[in-house]
């Protein structure tokens, strides 16, 4: 596996590259007189805009000096170019909903001006915020729209970073055709420039568009393109990029000796650079190399050296990448019980991230380890498991291009001809046949007549027969389907008594209201019983509250939440242990020691609360569900354990911590069956941002407010599709 290769990505946003002495010059223009007002405006709109490269405060400053300047004046042009600014700067802070609010709100009042060449601008900043927000269908149809103005208007700069942003939108949309053709198209215009910079950049993009495509040839031959450019610019960071694409590249068609001639060359460029993230690439691309070519002891020095570089933090994939090598390695050393613990940790980090594909490669590298081991049965799960994800992944792919496609009817004229023409190709085909047919339907009437009065004769004379064995067969299957209804009722009238007596098992709303000032419980059970529970317990000075999901749903997913909610009972009203980390432990240690045999690795998620009454204050401890607060209009989030309530690699004690309640607040505990709920006009999940966004809106309503707002919430995304997990959603003001 390889790390995910360097995509150049330009906004429009940086067509004006701006340029410290640039910048002291625009200051030093606001201290002299100006001719009039507007000069003035479009002084703070340059300033703000040439500042964006260096820092957002200062841009976001002159940018609001700029804006209430040119209200005070009645300067339209100047407010609009001033929020044009300010919607760069609402993407650089991650604030998408508002920044895509307001440049259709500039669109709008930049046609009603009738200046269309002003809205290339908008338009693809619009389309920046749609690409990084994950809508690509979008992202293209903005690109598109500020393309096709920047011909009209002839601003062939504009142009040109409008090939490379429509490029890159392609590409990640899996049109790699389309991505090609534009890039290409790019490299045509830049010939008018003579851009070495932007010569490299297209190069570049073109090599992962045919990395990703496998096609190691064509992906080799324009990074050495790039790397060519980058060595006469010398620009060792761009250079380093290309480099570790070659090395993967040549690894991948079995050039070793130019893997090696690579490394040397990255060897001189870390001496420059002097980063660590840059040496983690240089250690994973000697570890790669030694690893293919049988040199299994210094592959694991060096992966181990990457592995001590890498930032685990913000570099997930990579890290969990390096996991995995190592197993291999591990294996091929014969130590396959570290090979086995290793490979797991790496999964574990990638069951984390929504990524089927990656986590399919993880499943045969473990299953690789497994068959070494001689656990054949586990291998084959494994392989399995990996191509249901892989098929799933692949799908799911083909189906983000059909609807991207179908959101951009307009770029996709010729395909849309095509389907014309194949259409008339068909109805004339059809007409065709239709002429043939009535010419061979005359000739075959007669005959058929005849036919059809011998079987008239033959079908009288057995349908008494057929009838006299259809009254039989509608007695036994009349019986049968009694008897299956006898079955179906005694197996839903023990579901249901399984479900009251789940009911009885959880926290009654009373038991919580009793203790705390207000709660809202939203519990959904995807089946009649639950795998998701909720669950209090008043313990002296305590109060205690469990939020969980249980392995499962269903009647699988019930039998565990009532074993968990036992073990809990046995914690907190017999052991008397008060801490929620220790308590989390015991539930744990009865799990591993009860049901953990066979690899079974049942258990549960989760965050246990412990109130203490007499002096407000509120500990926790969580095992990956973790907890959020809702304070003055704003979402803190808090840590969890990423570790599983039952058997796993990673034992460590649970981590008891303490959220300092302020008057007010409102905490949420939540699994993860809202988030991970597909719906929505693409069919995708909820996610667990938008969730705490939306919980964010809502905390300040009464909590019967709040419980109809999350189920029509839930129900309204959800729509046609099958709700795929139990939902719990808890909130209280204590």
Known sequence: MKRLLFIVFLSVACFVNAQTPLIDSLKKALTLPVQNDTMRVVQYNELAWNYLDYSVEKAAYYQQKGYTFARKIHYLDGELDALNTKGIILRYTNKSDEAIALYYRIIAERKKQGKRDKLIGAYSNLGSVYYETGNTAYALRYYKKA????????????????????????????????????????????????????????????????????LYKEAIRYNEHALKIYRKQSNPRSMGIVLYNLATEYRSTRQFQRVEKVIREMETISRQLKEDEFDCSLAQVKAGLYHETNRETKALAEIEKALQLVDTVSDMYLYSELLLTKADILLELKQVDKALVTARAGIVILEQIDDPMRLSKAYLTLADIEKGSGNFKEALRLVEKANELSTKSTLAAIDEQIATLNVLNELDRKEQDLQLANHKNKAAIAKNEKQANLIWAGGLIGLLVLVLLLFSIRSNRNKRKTNRLLKEQKSEIEEQKQTVDEKQREILDSIHYAKRIQQTLLAQQEHIHHFVSDACIYFKPKDIVSGDFYWSADQGEYFFLAVCDSTGHGVPGAFMSVLNISFLSEAINELRLTDPGQILDHVRNRLIAYISHSGAQDGMDGVLFAYHKQDGRLTYSAAYNAPVVIRGGECLTFEADRMPIGKSDKLQPFTTREIDLQPNDVVYAYTDGYPDQFGGEKGKKFKTKKLNEFLTSIAGQPFQIQYGRLSNGFENWRGDYEQVDDVTVIGVRF
């Open 147 to 214: 393309f096709d103005l920047s011909v009209l208007y002839k601003q062939e700069e504009k142009q040109l970073t409008l090939l490379t942003n429509l490029g890159v939108a392609y590409k990640n949309a899996g049109l790699y055709d389309q991505a090609l053709e534009t890039f290409q198209k790019g490299l045509r215009l830049n010939r008018k420039f003579k851009d070495e910079f932007e010569e490299a950049q297209l190069y570049l993009n073109i090599a992962t568009v045919y990395d990703e495509r496998k």
